[in-house]
């Protein structure tokens, strides 16, 4: 089986006053094309540290990282990646800021266009395309940023808590978004989380991570069908894997 | 028709500003207040009138001081502070250079500039740049190493280089933070370009409004302060246009007294 993103004993120690401080015990994880994995654990943990050096942002300790089986040596431009802060510049539309993804690759946006237009309206914001991110919701601020990190059409999408700063109701809207999203656009997707329930709805595969120095302690394979409407969420095997993965943080003394 | 709230907007700073003279105007004549201490309005009005010739004449050299200098600082600040940022080289070696000579009031510059350059237009446009320079430089320090983040990130993934991410990101970015830099030079300019004729100079307002408060004319330096107001005034509001026209996506552009319109 072909891996797309392959992570072989990938660590990362800080150096403080202290001492060495370890962020992330050696990790190792593969992620199969097209498959959504989510990073679930708590704060400090490490988790969003490893997706920015899956991303090539960050320089790991240790280790090797292979995406689409060429090593990590610098930022990864073959992604897409939503950061949890809404990262829209002020100046541009919504339709202009997806289509900032395609201008800072030097290609041309009226190729695009199109493309941009019927991925903001698939998340509701056909009629917003040319309001300014100060005239959108955070939620719908939110669904522009997916949007970006699509329209060029990335293998690998890279996910750093992109619902954590969004009210209750806006996130259960996005994850439902988030998911008809991708089965629409199916992309190999590393998700990085402190919701269990959203992990659960939306990942093949949920990894737990334990408290810093964050390590691997259990990986839960999901085979429930989608869309995992609210019936399917509120069935007993749904509810099952949640309260398996929140056993795992009961006994940290997490929850 | 225009409707009450527009003209409450309107005419509040008018009548302001009218009953505000006609006091001053009431209180000089009821307590005899003499002339070379508190002129009264229209004792001002008389002097601005009968020498509006050289008053329009030195507000045009003033002018000319204050815009040369002010544009200049702006030519020289914004580029200096994009090296200053992004050159380590810069930042260790020119910057404390440019700290340290902000530490010295200006002033003191005045005579050693006159003693080098003499009395004319030289002297008074570097004392202007010297007043500017300096919130431009660090206003754009700021404005160009502030960039978030996850934005730079976002911008590293997109493979794009230096340049492209500097036009299509970091260059409007900065915009904001590049005009509260501007505008503190903006209010400073004036002030240099008036300081440099009084300490220097033979022609101009700042020389003017010194031989008249000299000669106790009272009437005449409030009329050429008039002018001095009008000239700050009219660079301010320029500035302030340029940021209307360059930046509307910008919270301080829409916001009015802390309600987001």
Redesign the interface.
């Known amino acids: 089986m072909s891996v797309a993103v392959s992570i072989t004993g990938v660590s990362k120690t800080y150096r403080s006053k202290a001492g060495e401080v370890s962020a992330l015990d050696p990790i190792d994880l593969a992620i199969a094309p097209g498959s959504f994995v989510s990073l679930v654990g708590p704060s400090g943990c490490g988790k969003s540290t490893l997706l920015l050096m899956v991303a090539g942002l960050l320089a790991r300790s240790s280790g090797e990282i292979l995406v689409d089986g060429r090593p990590v040596e610098g930022p990864e431009t073959d992604i897409g990646i939503v950061f949890q802060g809404n990262v829209l510049v002020d100046w541009r539309s919504a339709l202009d800021n997806v289509l900032l993804q395609i201008e800072m690759r030097g290609q041309d946006r009226a190729r695009y266009k199109e493309r941009a237009l019927s991925l903001l309206a698939s998340v509701g914001l056909k009629d917003f395309t040319g309001r300014l991110p100060h005239e959108l919701s955070g939620g719908m601020q939110q669904r522009t940023a997916f949007c970006r990190a699509l329209i060029h059409d990335p293998p690998l999408i890279l996910m750093d808590e992109p619902l954590g700063a969004l009210d209750a109701m806006t996130r259960e809207q996005l994850r439902g978004d988030l998911e008809r999203l991708l089965m629409q656009n199916p992309k190999t997707v590393l998700f990085v989380t402190h919701s269990i329930e959203e992990a659960v709805q939306l990942s093949d595969e949920v990894v737990v991570i334990s408290p810093r120095p964050g390590r691997i302690v259990r990986r839960v394979k999901l085979d429930l069908p989608r869309p995992r409407d609210l019936h399917l969420r509120q069935s007993p095997e749904f509810q099952g894997i949640v309260a398996e993965i929140k056993e795992i943080f009961l006994s940290y003394g997490l929850i | 028709m225009m409707d009450r709230d527009k003209l409450a907007e309107y005419l509040t700073p008018i009548i302001f500003g009218a009953s505000l003279i006609l006091s001053w105007e009431a209180i000089v004549r009821l307590f005899h207040i003499p002339l070379y201490i508190i002129p009264p309005p229209s004792a001002i009005l008389v002097q601005y009138v009968r020498n509006i010739h050289r008053i329009w004449d030195y507000t045009l050299v003033t002018g000319m001081e204050t815009i040369v200098g002010f544009g200049v600082s702006i030519l020289l600040g914004v580029p200096l502070s994009m090296l200053v940022a992004f050159s380590p080289l810069m930042r260790r070696t020119f910057y404390p250079l440019a700290v340290t000579l902000e530490m010295v009031p200006k002033i003191v510059f005045a005579p050693i500039f006159v003693t080098w350059f003499g009395f004319g237009f030289l002297p008074k446009i570097l004392i202007v740049f010297l007043v500017c320079f300096f919130p431009i430089l660090l206003n754009g320090i700021l404005a160009f190493t502030s960039l978030?983040l996850?934005?730079t990130?976002?911008?590293?993934?997109?493979?794009?280089g230096p340049l492209?991410?500097f036009i299509?990101?970091r260059l409007?970015?900065a915009l904001p933070q590049l005009f509260v830099g501007i505008k503190g030079a903006a209010v400073n300019a004036t002030v240099g370009a008036t300081i440099a004729e009084w300490i220097g100079g033979d022609a101009g307002l700042g020389y003017y409004v010194q031989i008249a408060s000299g000669d106790l004319r009272m009437d005449i330096a409030f009329a050429i302060i008039i002018m001095l107001a009008a000239l700050g005034l009219l660079l301010f509001w320029s500035v302030v246009l340029a940021e209307r026209w360059l930046?509307p996506?910008?919270?301080s552009q829409?916001t009015t007294h802390g309600l987001?319109s």
């Open positions: 978030s996850d934005l990130r976002f911008c590293l993934s997109t493979g794009a492209r991410t299509k990101v409007p970015a930046i996506w910008h919270v829409r987001v």
